[in-house]
């Protein structure tokens, strides 16, 4: 007989258990900013996340497979070669004062601050002139 999500053998039936509220693998999670950095040319590509370690190896798993979905980062990691890029977290969030309070929302206006702050420093980067970092 095969397990449903959610539900314990032995469990009654018509009750379906809640996950705990704080899992060990979210305790580790790191939500923050980070960004790919060409290293000779200074073009930046940035993003948001929950948990940036992670996000950070899916990027460069998707520039090395080539299917990341930025072309123009996409079409440099190509010709440069992995030597020429930097992964960086650039900021992260500390834990909230409300348990349970969802971050995406201070996510979003972080990487709006850092959007502006390296656009005024570097210019654009792969992102589109008319594409807000959000």
């Not at 539900?7 to 009750?15: S, T, V, W």
């Not at 200074?42 to 299917?67: C, H, K, M, N, Y």
């Not at 004062?97 to 601050?113: I, K, T, V, Y």
């Amino acid at each position: 007989m095969a397990r449903l999500p959610g539900r314990e053998l032995g469990a009654d039936p018509g009750r379906v258990l809640k996950p705990p509220a704080r899992t060990p693998e979210d305790a580790r999670r790191q939500p923050g900013v980070f960004r790919v950095c060409n290293k000779q040319s200074g073009r930046w590509f940035i993003g948001a996340s929950l948990d940036v370690p992670a996000t950070l190896s899916r990027q460069r798993f998707r520039l090395e497979t080539g299917s990341h979905p930025n072309p123009a980062l996409q079409q440099e990691w190509k010709k440069l070669g992995a030597a020429a890029f930097a992964f960086e977290t650039l900021d992260t969030l500390g834990p909230s004062a409300e348990p349970g309070q969802d971050p995406r929302p201070a996510l979003r206006r972080l990487e709006a601050l850092w959007h502006e702050r390296l656009r005024a420093l570097y210019g654009a980067g792969y992102h589109d002139e008319n594409t807000p970092g959000v």
